[in-house]
């Protein structure tokens, strides 16, 4: 399995991002993705995840409203819009992959720097 997040930058607070998980390697069907971030000093958080097949999305409670997860089967590719951003979400952002009765989360790439400027 291989994945690659890509799309981050720096936006001023307020401001959006999408961010892309390109996905290879493997029929993903009865997947979950998820993608986490990690800020400077803190650890790895989960953000939200989307089922590949269903399309159901769950999310951390405290980015509920803010971030959109969504997928496009054709193009094996996983989206997270985040919206009104705050410096709080600067963080390297991530993308993995875990089969549903599974609890272990692998196919971390390199990931994806998102800073948000005040």
């Known amino acids: 399995v291989q994945l690659q997040a890509s799309g981050g930058g720096l936006v001023q607070a307020g401001g959006s991002l999408r961010l892309s998980c390109a996905a290879s390697?493997?029929?993903?069907?009865?997947?979950?993705m998820g993608w986490f971030r990690q800020a400077p000093g803190k650890e790895r958080e989960f953000v939200g995840g989307i089922g590949w097949s269903g399309g159901d999305t769950y999310y951390t409670d405290s980015l509920k409203g803010r971030f959109a997860i969504s997928r496009n089967k054709f193009k094996k590719t996983v989206y997270s819009q985040m919206n009104n951003l705050e410096p709080e979400d600067t963080a390297i952002y991530y993308c993995?992959?875990?089969?549903?009765?599974?609890?272990?989360?692998?196919?971390w790439g390199q990931g994806t720097q998102v800073t948000v400027s005040s």
């Open positions: 390697g493997r029929n993903f069907s009865g997947y979950y």
């Open positions: 993995a992959a875990r089969f549903r009765s599974s609890t272990e989360w692998y196919g």
